[in-house]
């Protein structure tokens, strides 16, 4: 294994001996992989300050490949991750829940990758009491299969169902494992959060022992393809994070692939943004799509996507894609879905591209990591987090501060009467 130079080996041995989780250990007994709890990745981050790291979504595994050379070749911290929508039950990735741990610990035994990874569960949503009494076996069968990280998002509900939600599936989620939670489904600049929800929410988990790491908000931006890089509101976010320091939770930023990188500096530099999410642009890089400087696809005089000439998958392959989506009648926002068919395709060519797909990647996400979050170097503050615990268990950072008798069922449906609360347009909103 190449050892990381920023990394002191000693304390690297250490951290793999007493910072892996114990479903981490039990299924990968003899790796040499760092995968740590996201708490991990989020004490780091915290500690170097005003910076975030990438959370790569995982849509295939040149992505996964491409994001973890880039974190050792910047010697961060790193999440890689899949959401809901992507891999979840109904996936339209083949990279699933219960697959991703596995993909980053062969990846990273194979490539010498010693930075701490965390292996995080995105937008595990919630959307009705059907989808409640679903989590209730499928969480624990995501922490089975090497989950550490987990982001329960009931945001689509009513504030008060969304507290409630959170509250009831927290027992599902190991004490040990990251956890970040939302408010406000990512939609754009329609139903936008605000501090009051933001201070419901975190408040309630508060009262009930629940700490979480992240909260997401819909700050402005969206999912998928963007048409410009207006999309997050700074102010809004670092407003909205004042409010929510005594309660010593980061924010999460999703939407990140249309915005530009002087944005992203902001996001960084002026709120408590830690984890910064990116899942279209990397899957159009690996590919080989063009793309401007923050991600963002372009397209041609007659709306198609542009192909880099000698870059990412082969001509070949790229024609066969596209015309599978003709004969679906997919638009440019479907072509997601071509990961789960196209997978073993991809990797049945020959070396020399499935590299250049690789390094496509590595290439976009060394450069955002060092150059737009400010994340070098966050490898050892993560390490040093785990010998300073001496634990994979680092513990809650928050403490409780509300009063659990005012957070009761019905005072919370209460409470939740008085929140002026826009939740935007119905619709799809997923990645």
């Not at 290439?363 to 040093?384: C, H, Q, R, S």
Request: glycine share 10%.
């Amino acid at each position: 294994m190449t050892q990381n130079k920023g990394i002191d080996n000693e304390k690297f041995v250490k951290a793999l001996e007493i910072g892996r989780p114990p479903n981490v250990k039990r299924l990968f007994p003899n790796s040499k992989a760092l995968i740590v709890s996201g708490k991990v990745i989020g004490r780091a981050l915290r500690a170097k300050g005003k910076t975030m790291t990438i959370a790569a979504n995982g849509r295939n595994q040149f992505i996964v490949r491409g994001a973890l050379r880039a974190a050792q070749k910047a010697n961060a911290a790193i999440i890689i991750e899949i959401a809901k929508s992507e891999g979840g039950a109904d996936a339209y990735c083949p990279c699933n829940f219960w697959n991703l741990a596995t993909w980053v610990d062969a990846a990273c035994n194979e490539m010498g990758i010693t930075v701490p990874v965390a292996v995080h569960a995105d937008h595990y949503g919630i959307k009705n009491p059907a989808d409640i009494e679903k989590a209730r076996t499928e969480i624990p069968s995501m922490f089975d299969a090497g989950i550490t990280s987990i982001a329960i998002d009931a945001s689509h509900m009513p504030d008060d169902q969304n507290l409630l939600a959170s509250i009831e599936l927290n027992k599902y989620v190991p004490d040990w494992a990251g956890l970040e939670t939302e408010v406000g489904e990512i939609k754009g600049k329609a139903g936008l959060s605000t501090a009051d929800e933001a201070r419901f929410l975190i408040g309630g988990l508060n009262a009930h022992g629940i700490f979480p790491d992240w909260i997401a908000l819909n700050n402005g931006t969206t999912h998928g393809i963007e048409a410009s890089d207006a999309g997050i509101q700074i102010e809004l976010t670092a407003q909205i994070h004042e409010a929510l320091e005594p309660y010593k939770v980061s924010g999460a930023q999703h939407g990140t692939s249309g915005n530009s990188s002087e944005r992203l500096r902001k996001i960084a530099q002026q709120t408590m943004t830690t984890k910064a999410n990116v899942a279209t642009a990397l899957q159009m890089i690996s590919w080989g799509v063009k793309v401007n400087d923050y991600g963002n696809a372009l397209l041609d005089d007659r709306g198609e996507f542009v192909k880099v000439s000698g870059g990412g998958m082969s001509d070949e392959v790229w024609e066969a894609m596209r015309a599978y989506a003709a004969e679906k009648g997919w638009k440019k926002g479907d072509y997601k879905k071509l990961n789960l068919p196209f997978e073993n395709k991809l990797l049945r060519q020959e070396a020399k591209i499935r590299e250049r797909m690789i390094h496509g990647v590595e290439k976009f996400v060394y450069g955002m990591l060092t150059e737009v979050f400010n994340a070098k170097d966050t490898a050892p503050l993560a390490i040093d987090a785990i010998l300073k615990a001496g634990s994979y268990d680092l513990g809650p950072l928050a403490e409780r501060i509300e009063d659990p008798a005012e957070w009761t069922k019905d005072k919370i449906i209460e409470r939740a009467k008085s929140l002026d609360s826009d939740k935007g347009p119905a619709g799809d909103f997923e990645d």
